[in-house]
């Protein structure tokens, strides 16, 4: 649009080789906030199976179709709607304006996803996964408002937060899978800051909220 200046990942500061920013872009998307939820479901299912034990194998896809359309199905729509209404100014939403009617949109289908999980018959852990996301939204939606945020390190602290949950209530030692998440949010964090993206601030930030509100979630719920 005339008169917009376009910030392009090339020039943001810190922006490395192109070699470097196409890889960081893959891990990028791989590793994409939107997906986090759906992925935690399968992991939990690995990771806690004394959780799910008596669980019909049908009722963890229906479970898995239901968080998938709540938490990536109806949160790219909005955006793709948005961003076609010209709400937005794209679609990755590099301003932290850009954030605020998805992030409210993001709230609602999150919040809907916990309250169908909240009234069956689902596992602890899951419901736990479930509202500590629901809150990370919230968290992110108001820090946004004077801070940015980096929502790809916020996810990744959501699955370190449930790590420590599982370390905390599982009768099976969970130290290397923490580790490995230690690992994965640090690759996360790594490709974020080589894409310009995030100052360490942001970063930083992200992981701290992803923990507190696992933990906070598991907390409230026990």
């Known amino acids: 649009m005339s008169g917009i200046k376009k910030i392009e990942a090339a020039d943001r500061p810190g922006a490395k080789s192109p070699v470097v920013r196409a890889f960081a872009n893959v891990l990028s998307f791989i590793f994409h906030p939107v997906f986090m939820p759906t992925l935690l479901v399968l992991i939990l299912y690995r990771l806690s199976p004394t959780s799910f034990a008596g669980v019909p194998q049908e009722n963890l896809g229906k479970w898995l179709v239901i968080v998938a359309i709540n938490t990536i199905g109806f949160p790219l729509l909005t955006v793709a709607l948005l961003k076609g209404l010209g709400f937005i100014q794209s679609i990755y939403m590099h301003d932290p304006k850009d954030r605020i009617i998805p992030l ?108 507190l509100v696992q933990v906070a979630a598991y907390i409230y719920l026990k």
């Open 104 to 211: 409210i949109g993001t709230m609602i289908f999150y919040f809907w996803a916990y309250n169908v999980f909240k009234n069956l018959e689902t596992p602890f852990v899951l419901r736990t996964m479930l509202l500590g996301t629901f809150w990370g939204v919230i968290l992110l939606f108001l820090i946004n408002i004077f801070f940015k945020v980096s929502m790809h390190t916020s996810a990744a602290g959501n699955v370190l937060g449930l790590m420590i949950v599982l370390m905390m209530i599982s009768p099976v030692n969970m130290l290397l899978p923490f580790f490995l998440s230690i690992i994965a949010a640090g690759i996360i964090g790594t490709a974020r800051l080589a894409l310009g993206a995030h100052k360490p601030s942001e970063i930083w930030l992200g992981y701290v909220l992803g923990i």
